[in-house]
């Protein structure tokens, strides 16, 4: 898939984001993907009313962040935001990316210094955990069409 090196993203950390899987994916690739797949189902229910296809990364940071985690490792960290939750992105041996970073438009966030963050913790919302879940199953069926 790699061809995307040329293409240009909107999710912060996307011109380092050169890990790779044991396929040789990048998180570009699974950005590509997952923007396929990550729908209304999959986003946090209090920003469900506004979700769109235009901003389809909205209440998908954990769930894709620990998934992500699954992938590549890394630990997960968390901006601490106003309403008292966090905001989850990756840091993979130093190779910081947050797939899920243009919900916020033009906000830049400060990505130094925050917190890791524990699935245990984040999964003991069931609600949470069932769409990780889902996401998860999504993009193994996803990945494996990939040729």
Request: proline share 3%; charged share 30%.
């Amino acid at each position: 898939m790699s061809e995307n090196t040329k293409k240009t993203y909107r999710f912060y950390g996307w011109e380092t984001a050169d890990v790779t899987d044991e396929k040789g994916l990048t998180p570009r690739d699974y950005y590509d993907i997952l923007s396929t797949i990550w729908t209304v189902e999959t986003c946090a229910p209090r920003l469900r009313v506004n979700w769109s296809p235009e901003n389809v990364t909205l209440g998908q940071c954990s769930i894709t962040a620990f998934l992500v985690q699954d992938i590549f490792g890394g630990k997960v960290y968390g901006i601490p935001r106003s309403d008292g939750n966090y905001h989850c992105f990756n840091d993979v041996e130093g190779c910081v990316f947050d797939l899920t970073s243009e919900q916020f438009g033009d906000e830049i966030l400060d990505y130094s210094d925050c917190p890791e963050q524990f699935r245990e913790v984040h999964f003991q919302k069931e609600e949470k955990r069932l769409r990780y879940e889902l996401l998860k199953e999504r993009l193994s069926e996803a990945v494996a069409n990939i040729k």
